[in-house]
């Protein structure tokens, strides 16, 4: 007996220590994934500084990022039955469509994508030409009502995770009239499967226009797109019409309503509301034009809240003032896109653009040539309307403040929320975007619904999918689940263990990424250079550092080693990276810039790669360089660019592809160091 | 064990407050100095401590604000008083062994599922269904079906010491 309660004791004890891990394992899962989102923001500040300020001092400017950044228009696109022309080869033998649709095409569809099949890019490409026509005629608040059936299922983030839609529709039926869905936007991205489940959706949707609603989140937009996976997946399954079958996603991202209402009671939209947030103004505006403004001087000032884990990331780099990121008084202005210049396609279909609400504008710049005129406020409005919808997080107190631990959209206390729903006569938000470990999340005293369905989002094990049913009295019914990729299920410890060692890595990455830093930060508690500062210290420093708002002191043991006389070996932080990195023969300091930098440099250049062939010219390379040197902070003169460009080409084919890419950051601090 | 006794009473108490504080944080998600009541259990755990779940309601009646919120100024000194009494001292490690072999009463080297299954669900604090649940999906070998306890009681341990 007295065995069995010491044994009671020590298992509970256990549970304990494995839950603590758990818990701090989320913390940096989603620390250095907020920190992530921050750094795209800034860096699509830094091409609308170079829209403002660079390209009206440099003659040469505006072509030049025209050239980077014109997303390529082409003409065949334009043509309503260009897929037409594209021969489906005999044997073929994924599935075949037909529009209009039917349960048996998308039948098909579902069993080709179990069997990792890949639809035709023939019938992808007609796929998202139909659903683009349907979503024109969407209104952006699309309203519903359970009269119709008996329940309404709401789905939050996929992500690419097809194994989760596809144990959702058998949990809970495939869509049809009698099981309507709501799916709150974030389909793609991250995930190695966003194609399938954005062109499941799609099908459905059309199958099922008015029992199928899809809301749009921020991944479904261009430059997210670029830099967190989908772009590279769509490249990677069409290599033939890929870029065709982009711009065409481009299109239908663009059109995708903005929230659903359910029975005049539920609001539902991807992030959620702020102070401001006018839905009549959101259901007034085009939604497909609303891009290509500005970051408002609101979002770049931000005050740092408590809550606010990632505060601006300090570009150590960027000493050149001149092109950094930060000066905020050069993002305030907006441009419109101008109609002026003509563009190559003249078919009725507005020209593609790609509407970025997140702030990542991607500047259009056939209308820089001639300059446009500031834009009128209603276009910052709608832009600010449509971030904060699509990236706001809820937060437990009062007041609505700048999301600044995003970058983006804002943080909305209880009060917020109970004014719009009061407002509207409303009783119920339910809103995405923040991985929970249970799938969801009721916060604001019932007000608000969190509902995300990508179990196992940072790793394997990391968290539960969830969806929710609303019936006709609209109570909020939660399911879970978890997909299991291993026969054997792991265990709670085995998970726990492995979606910690993966965090660990991910931070030993960041402390690494920020080595120069880092020691600065010491400096001032360690004047012998003994190496060693108090554990208080060195908390101190990586907080002030990192940001990241993580409990530093719990996590030590797994980051840096203590002396006998329990002081931290601050240098021991930094020895976990080394051996998983291919960077031979490299300086510290540069492994610590390609480290940090390799996320924003992939997003570059995939974007002057635009037949996202891989592979960019040498031209194109000279004048990016010329670009984001100055953001990345290495000062170079033309000469020696055009010598780095000429050196970084080892195989003298006359293009440059990622690995020359980032091998030319080597070379330019040889160069630094030989001045 | 927890720290260097030579050191002075005061640093004694700086200590204590730190160790409370970083765990506290872990669980404090939205870093405004509260943990909901249910976390308190981890949190007295992970500090090393052994209460019961009896001790730890009474832990609970102490410092439960009236919105099931636990304040981190109501649980520091409470916390701290346990912790510098060495209240719920930890049991050692060889005594977890020697528990299991006392179970083990033909010195087997192992337990069936359902005799550890019986016997945590005796005494004042029987294992809930989902903690009987989780201890055998991790104390159970998968192929033989049984639980070799001094296998069980070293990943304990090891993980519990990191």
């Known amino acids: 007996m007295k065995a069995a309660i010491l044994i009671q004791g020590w298992y509970r004890r256990y549970m304990a220590r494995l839950e603590m891990r758990r818990r701090y394992t989320w913390s940096i899962f989603q620390s250095i994934e907020y920190a992530g989102e921050q750094d795209q923001l800034q860096l699509s500040s830094f091409f609308s500084f170079m829209l403002d300020n660079f390209t009206h001092l440099n003659g040469s400017g505006p072509d030049l990022i025209s050239q980077l950044l014109d997303p390529v228009v082409d003409p065949w696109l334009g043509r309503e039955t260009c897929y037409e022309l594209i021969p489906v080869a005999e044997s073929y033998s994924g599935p075949r469509i037909s529009f209009p649709l039917s349960v048996s095409h998308t039948n098909s569809l579902v069993n080709a994508f179990k069997e990792h099949q890949t639809l035709h890019a023939r019938y992808a490409l007609q796929l998202l030409w139909e659903t683009k026509k349907l979503l024109k005629q969407m209104p952006n608040i699309v309203h519903m009502s359970t009269s119709y059936a008996k329940e309404i299922t709401i789905c939050g983030d996929l992500h690419g995770h097809l194994d989760d839609l596809l144990l959702i529709f058998y949990k809970n039926g495939l869509p049809s009239a009698e099981t309507p869905y709501v799916f709150n936007g974030d389909f793609v991205d991250r995930g190695k499967q966003s194609t399938e489940v954005v062109l499941i959706l799609f099908a459905y949707l059309l199958l099922y226009p008015n029992h199928m609603h899809l809301n749009r989140g921020n991944h479904e937009d261009h430059i997210m797109n670029l830099r967190y996976g989908f772009t590279k997946e769509v490249m990677q399954k069409y290599k033939t019409h890929g870029r065709e079958i982009l711009q065409l996603f481009q299109d239908v991202f663009s059109l995708l309503p903005i929230a659903t209402v359910i029975d005049s009671k539920v609001l539902i939209v991807h992030g959620g509301i702020s102070d401001q947030t006018d839905l009549d103004f959101l259901n007034s505006i085009e939604r497909q034009k609303v891009h290509r403004t500005n970051i408002g001087p609101h979002y770049r000032r931000a005050v740092p809240r408590k809550r606010h884990r990632g505060l601006s990331r300090q570009d150590s780099g960027s000493s050149s003032s001149s092109s950094s990121s930060s000066s905020s008084s050069s993002l305030c202005s907006s441009r419109t896109p101008s109609c002026l210049s003509p563009r190559p396609c003249s078919s009725p279909p507005p020209p593609t653009v790609p509407f970025s609400v997140d702030g990542l504008q991607v500047p259009f710049l056939d209308s820089l040539a001639s300059l446009p005129p500031p834009s009128p406020p209603r276009v910052e409005r709608e832009w600010k309307q449509m971030v904060d919808v699509l990236w706001s997080d809820p937060k437990p107190q009062d007041g609505c403040t700048p999301n600044t631990f995003r970058g983006g959209g804002c943080y909305y206390g209880p009060d917020v929320t109970q004014r719009l729903l009061r407002h509207h006569g409303y009783q119920l938000l339910i809103r995405s975007h923040e991985c929970k470990q249970e799938g969801y999340e009721i916060c604001h005293g019932g007000n608000v619904i969190t509902i995300f369905s990508a179990s196992n989002y940072y790793e394997e094990g990391s968290n539960r999918g969830a969806y929710v049913k609303l019936g006709q009295d609209l109570l909020p019914r939660f399911y879970q689940y978890q997909v299991s990729r291993t026969t054997r299920k792991l265990t709670l410890t085995q998970r726990v263990r492995a979606a910690e060692g993966s965090a660990l890595r991910a931070l030993q990455e960041k402390l690494f990424s920020h080595r120069s830093e880092l020691l600065t930060g010491f400096l001032p508690f360690d004047h012998n250079n003994t190496g060693f500062v108090s554990v208080s210290e060195w908390a101190q420093v990586l907080e002030t550092v990192l940001r990241l708002d993580l409990p530093w002191r719990t996590l030590r043991p797994h980051l840096a080693r203590l002396a006998p006389d329990g002081s931290v070996e601050y240098l021991s932080c930094f020895d976990y990276m080394g051996p998983g990195l291919h960077l031979p023969q490299v300086t510290p300091n540069l492994a610590e810039t390609l480290v940090r930098y390799r996320t924003d440099l992939e997003l570059i250049f995939n974007i002057i790669d635009k037949d996202h062939s891989g592979l960019i010219s040498l031209d194109e390379f000279r004048h990016t360089w010329r670009l984001f040197s100055g953001h990345l902070g290495v000062a170079l003169d033309d000469g020696a660019i055009d010598a780095l460009a000429r050196s970084i080409d080892f195989n003298k084919d006359g293009s440059i592809d990622f690995t020359e890419f980032l091998e030319a950051f080597r070379v330019v601090h040889k160069l630094d160091k030989d001045h | ?162």
Request: aromatic share 8%; glycine share 4%; charged share 30%.
């Open chain 2, 1 to 162: 064990m927890l720290f260097p006794s030579a050191l002075g009473p005061e640093i004694l108490v700086t200590g204590v407050h730190k160790r409370i504080n970083d765990a506290f944080q872990v669980f404090d998600h939205d870093l405004n100095k509260t943990v909901d009541v249910r976390e308190i259990g981890a949190i007295v755990r992970s500090l090393g401590c052994f209460p019961t779940e009896a001790e730890l309601l009474d832990i609970i009646d102490e410092v439960e604000e009236p919105n099931g919120f636990i304040c981190f100024e109501r649980f520091l000194p409470t916390m701290s008083k346990i912790l510098m009494e060495n209240k719920f001292r930890p049991i050692p490690e060889d005594t977890l062994l020697k528990a299991f072999e006392v179970l083990d009463q033909q010195k087997k080297g192992h337990l069936e599922p359902n005799e550890l299954t019986e016997y945590m669900r005796q005494g004042d604090e029987p294992f809930t269904q989902l903690e009987m649940e989780e201890m055998l999906s991790s104390a159970v070998e998968p192929d033989s079906n049984l639980i070799y306890y001094k296998d069980f009681v070293n990943m304990m341990v090891l993980d519990g010491e990191r």
